[in-house]
Nanobody, 114 residues
Framework: QAQVVESGGGLVQPGGSLRLSCSVS???????MGWYRQVPGIQRELVAE???????KQRPSMKGRFTISRDNSKNTVYLQMNSLEPEDTAVYFC?????????WGQGTQVTVSS
C-alpha cells in the first residue's frame, strides 16, 4: 500500500533547528516531492519542492533558513530548518507525486516557542 510518512517535528526554541524527513512507499516512479505547511484558518502554503533531478522551488522568505533535499534511492525527502521563528509554527505536510497524482502525508507538527 502506498504511503507517505513524515517524521521529525516537535517543539523547538526560537533560533533552533529541526530536520523533517518524509519516507515514501510508492506505487511507481516518484517525480516531485516537497513540503507545505498550514496554520489553522490559513491556506496551506508551499515551503519547498524538489524534482527528481534536483530542481528546487522554494518560498523566497525561507531561502537561507530552510533547505530541501532528497535521496532517490530511498524515496525520501528532507527539510532542514534552521533559525526557526515562532512564525514557522505550523503543521508541515509532505507530498510526493507519482502516477500523475500528488500523495500526501498526515502532517507533522512543528512548534517554535520559548
Amino acid at each position: 500500500q502506498a504511503q507517505v510518512v513524515e517524521s521529525g517535528g516537535g517543539l523547538v526554541q526560537p533560533g533552533g533547528s529541526l530536520r523533517l524527513s518524509c519516507s515514501v512507499s510508492a506505487g511507481g516512479l516518484v517525480n516531485d516531492m516537497g513540503w507545505y505547511r498550514q496554520v489553522p484558518g490559513i491556506q496551506r502554503e508551499l515551503v519547498a519542492e524538489i524534482s527528481r533531478r534536483g530542481n528546487i522551488k522554494q518560498r523566497p522568505s525561507m531561502k537561507g533558513r530552510f533547505t530541501i533535499s532528497r535521496d532517490n534511492s530511498k524515496n525520501t525527502v528532507y527539510l532542514q530548518m534552521n533559525s526557526l521563528e515562532p512564525e514557522d509554527t505550523a503543521v508541515y505536510f509532505c507530498y510526493a507525486n507519482w502516477g500523475g497524482v500528488d500523495h500526501w502525508g498526515q502532517g507533522t507538527q512543528v512548534t517554535v516557542s520559548s
